[in-house]
């Protein structure tokens, strides 16, 4: 035996709660800005209230204008609230990539520690440690549509707007002091509800991603190295309460093959959307986390949710329907052909990556992989975004070079690019060495829903070393 399985999973388990231990320290955090800020802006709003309202009680628009007061009143609330969630945004970022380095490096030793086998284990030193860059990198993958920066600026914006919104309809109606300090509350607490949504949904994905970027590096030694006979293997694992998405129960049944409870709110679902609405939250193609427990695949494939979406993990389908609020993860393992065989039901050799697909020789002699197009397209149009089925059209520039080489999938729908420049964005585009980088589709009801971007893996630049 090369390895023990069981050393690894224990140290899995320890990654998992030293990344939740960050996570809630964070939400304690963010929790004690906000709460400070209400605080600070009912402080504030009694002091302007005192200064200026006619009877110590009600403040307006037009008495605040009269005063000249009304401009300043808006840019020290605003102060406060940027300097609030300014600090909440750092808080988050500095989370995630903690978190993310410290489910990578947790990966990396744990797998070094579970193998037995001296001559796996000197191959297995060449995998290094995160970097602050890596991590930074990764953190800002938007697997959504949005990098991580963008989500919080986007967040900063709209509390900014709301209050400020809130302020001006309350002196338009001239406010007592205690409904201006109200509308404030509640306006803060939706801001609050949504970083805490946003530390827990990135931190989750993070989490995720770093343990499946190491799991991935593992891996790839594991397949240069076929005489050690053992691969990288992921499970998807829901947490197997009433909570898994969908929320209700599936078909009347519930998860343990028992009779359904029916509760109020999937009541109140089901009359208003009629018997569309039934199937649309059971089998219409609505997230349902319930029926992905225990599936199975090789780390470097991806997991199949259903209505086109895939996903390397939880966390990372691109479709918020099953990215927000998503508390699944993955179980990574180190097994042999006959322990995937009994968890999969096939073997390495019978795995999409064993076959040629998408042009690609996987298994070639050589060490090199290499991608052969099978159509070449010039001029300013790029690649459709469908074609045939698993085509692989190389878009070629003014300079007779690749520009883009894009993949299809068995339905013919673009899976991924791979692109050999940063489109003259760089600031957008920060990878590799003259930033060439991957945009990896994902698709819903036959459109795309989403389109993240990344570094490319050592594999993809040996695969498409011919183009970069």
């Known amino acids: 035996m090369y390895y023990s399985e069981d050393t690894l999973q224990k140290h899995i388990i320890q990654i998992r709660r030293i990344a939740r231990s960050r996570e809630k320290g964070a939400e304690r955090r963010i929790h004690k800005i906000y709460n400070d800020l209400i605080k600070d802006l009912q402080g504030f709003l009694g002091e302007q209230y005192t200064k200026y309202a006619d009877d110590g009680d009600v403040l307006s628009f037009a008495l605040l204008q009269r005063k000249g007061s009304y401009a300043r009143f808006i840019e020290e609330a605003e102060k406060k609230i940027n300097k609030a969630v300014s600090a909440a945004a750092k808080e988050i970022r500095e989370t995630v990539e903690k978190v993310y380095t410290i489910c990578y490096n947790g990966i990396v030793d744990g797998v070094k520690k579970a193998v037995t086998n001296e001559d796996l284990h000197n191959n297995l030193k060449g995998i290094k440690g995160c970097t602050p860059e890596a991590a930074k990198r990764a953190v800002q993958n938007p697997v959504n549509g949005l990098t991580l920066n963008k989500t919080l600026e986007k967040n900063r914006k709209e509390i900014i707007y709301n209050i400020n919104k809130e302020i001006t309809t309350g002196l338009n109606q001239g406010d007592r002091y205690s409904t201006a300090a109200k509308r404030l509350t509640d306006k803060v607490n939706i801001s609050y509800n949504k970083a805490m949504r946003i530390v827990r949904t ?15 590096n593992v891996d790839e030694i594991l397949r240069k190295n076929p005489e050690y006979g053992l691969r990288m293997v992921k499970t998807w694992r829901n947490m197997g309460d009433s909570k898994v998405r969908p929320s209700g129960k599936s078909k009347g049944k519930s998860r343990n093959g028992g009779k359904a409870k029916k509760t109020g709110g999937i009541l109140k679902n089901l009359k208003s959307k009629g018997k569309k609405g039934f199937k649309g939250l059971f089998t219409g193609g609505a997230p349902n986390h319930i029926i992905m427990d225990k ?10 949710l259903g209505g086109g979406v895939m996903a390397i993990a939880p966390g990372h389908s691109g479709v918020a329907g099953h990215d927000c609020n998503c508390r699944c993860f993955i179980v990574v393992s180190l097994m042999t052909e006959d322990e995937f065989i009994k968890a999969a039901g096939r073997g390495f050799n019978d795995s999409k990556e064993n076959f040629e697909e998408n ?47 894009s993949f299809y999938d068995s339905k013919g729908n673009k899976k991924k690019d791979i692109n050999t420049d940063n489109h003259a964005n760089p600031k957008n585009h920060p990878y590799g060495k003259n930033g060439e980088h991957a945009h990896d589709y994902t698709w819903e009801n036959n459109k795309i ?6 570094e490319l893996t050592d594999t993809e630049r040996k695969e498409n070393g011919d183009i970069l």
């Open 202 to 216: 990135e931190t989750h994905k993070v989490c995720e991603g770093g343990i499946h970027d190491a799991s991935n």
């Open 449 to 454: 829903v989403g389109r993240n971007t990344r």
């Open 359 to 405: 042009g690609v020789d996987k298994f070639a002699k050589s060490d090199i992989i290499k991608v052969r197009p099978t159509k070449v397209i010039e001029g300013h149009s790029p690649p459709p975004i469908k074609s045939e089925p698993n085509d692989v059209i190389d878009h070629k520039g003014n300079n007779g070079k690749t520009k883009t080489r």
């Open 295 to 304: 599936q199975t695949v090789l780390q470097n494939e991806m997991f199949d």
